[in-house]
C-alpha cells in the first residue's frame, strides 16, 4: 500500500489512504507509523487531515491500531496537535464510530467547512465542542461558561476532558484585565 | 444421510475418540453430507493430531463426499499430515481453486498478509450468490477478518483453516467455517495476569466475547469474538464458537446463547450460518 501525502500549507498536512479495503492490525502498524512521523513533524496547532475518500471499508482491528492508538496517546505525545478525519463513507463512518466508541474516545471529522465528533460523545462535550468549533477566536473557559450557561467548574471539567482527549488546544492567553488564563479553540 | 457439521462433529469427537484410536482414525463412513464447519474442524483435529507425530486416517466410502473433499480443497489442505481411507484417485488435478462461485475451499490461514485476497472473495461470494449489498457483504469479511487474525496473533506454531460454502436450499444460506488448533481461548486469556482466576473453557469463552477482553493488556485489542457476534446479531445469523471442552450456540434472530460441554479439542472453531437476503 502507498499512502500519499500532501502539504496544504504549514498548518495542515493530508494523509490520503489508499484503499479500498484496508485489513488487519499489521497493516493498521505499518500506516499508523506513517502518521507518528508526520505528527513528529507537526507544531502546536497544526492538524493531520487522514483522507479516507478511497475507503470502503476497515475492520475494526485496523481501526482500533491505527485512529484508537493514535487518539489515545495524541494529547501526551503530540500535545496541541490534532488528528482529523474526512471524506468517511456513511459505513466508515458507523464503523469508525463504533470502534471508537468501544474504546471510549471520539475523533474529529471534517465534512466540507463543518466539524463534528464521531465516537463516544457525550451530549455535553459536543455543545462544547461546537460552541468552540463556531468560535473564530480562542475562548476562555470563563467565557464559555457564561455562553453555555454553566459553572466555571463544570465548564472546566468539560474541558479538560476535550483536552485530554485531543478533541480541543489549549494554551495560554491573558484576560482583558491583563491576567494569565488558558483559552481553548478547535484546530487553529 | 447423516451430516459432518459443526454439531455432528461434536458427537462424533465423543463416541469415537478417534484420538485414541491406534492409528488415529476419524469414521466418516456414515456420512453423506459435509459442512464447511465440519472440514475445518477436521483440519485443525488432523494437524493437531500430526502434532504429536502421528498421521491419522479419515475413513471416508460415499463416492460423494470422497468427491466433495477433494472438491472442498479438504483432501489438498489435509494430505501432508493426513490420510484418505481409501486413497484418493489421481483426479486431483481436475478441480481448480476458486472454479466454483458457491464455494471457498478450505484454506490454511497462516498471515495477515494472504488474508487480502481471501477476504476480496468474502465479499464477492454473498454478492453473487445472496443478493447481499456491499456494505452486508463488508459486514461479513469484518467478521471473518477478525476471527482470522485471532488465529495468528494468539498462535505461534499451528495455523487456522477457513472455508466458506453457499447453499441455494429454500431459503438459501451460507456457512463459514474457521478453526484452529492453537492453544485455545482458555490457555490463551489466562496470559493476561487479569484473567488468571478463569478456569475452564465456558468462562473463557463468555469472557472472550466481551469488548476488550484479551491476552494483551491493551484497550484496543480483544475486538474479534465480540464484532463477530454483533455483525451475526445484525444480519440474524446463527454462531457457534467453541474452544476446549466447551461451546455456545447463538442464535441471533432471538439473541440467545446456549453453552455445552463436548468432547476437548485444543484450540478455537467458529461455525457462522447467514440467510440469505433475497426477501430483502
Known sequence: ?188 | MKKLDSNTFDELLQEQEPSLRKPPSFDLREIGFVSPAGLVQLAAWSYQIARRKHRPRILVDDPSVRSYLVRAGFASAVGPVADIVPALNGDWGRYFRGSNPMLIEVTRIESASMLSDLLDRIILVPRQNLKYRETDAYDIAIAVSEVTQNTFDHNSSSYGFLSMQVYKSNPPFLEIGIADYGDGLLSTLRRNPKYKEIDDDKDAIAHCIRLGTSEHDDLTRGTGLHHLLEITYKHEGLVQIRSGNAKVRYRMDKRQGWFFSVATMGGVQIALNLPSKVSD
Open chain 1, 1 to 188: 500500500m502507498h499512502n500519499s501525502l500532501d502539504t496544504v500549507n504549514i498548518m495542515e498536512k493530508r494523509l490520503k489512504l489508499q484503499g479500498p479495503h484496508l485489513w488487519t492490525r499489521e497493516e493498521a502498524k505499518k500506516i499508523r507509523a506513517e502518521v507518528t512521523s508526520i505528527l513528529d513533524s507537526l507544531t502546536v496547532g497544526d492538524t493531520l487531515v487522514v483522507d479516507l475518500s478511497k475507503v470502503k471499508v476497515f475492520d475494526y482491528s485496523f481501526a482500533n491500531e491505527l485512529f484508537g492508538k493514535t487518539m489515545l496517546s495524541l494529547s501526551h505525545e503530540h500535545p496541541g496537535r490534532f488528528m482529523i478525519v474526512e471524506n468517511l463513507t456513511e459505513y466508515t463512518r458507523e464503523n469508525l464510530g463504533k470502534a471508537l466508541e468501544g474504546l471510549n474516545l471520539a475523533m474529529i471529522e471534517r465534512e466540507g467547512s463543518k466539524l463534528r465528533l464521531i465516537g463516544k460523545v457525550h451530549p455535553a462535550d459536543k455543545e462544547t465542542f461546537d460552541a468552540l468549533a463556531h468560535s473564530t477566536e480562542p475562548v476562555s473557559a470563563g467565557a464559555l461558561s457564561k455562553e453555555l450557561g454553566l459553572n466555571l467548574t463544570a465548564m472546566n471539567e468539560r474541558l479538560s476532558k476535550l483536552t485530554t482527549l485531543g478533541l480541543i488546544r489549549r494554551d495560554k492567553g491573558s484576560s482583558a484585565a491583563g491576567r494569565e488564563q488558558y483559552e481553548y479553540r478547535v484546530l487553529r
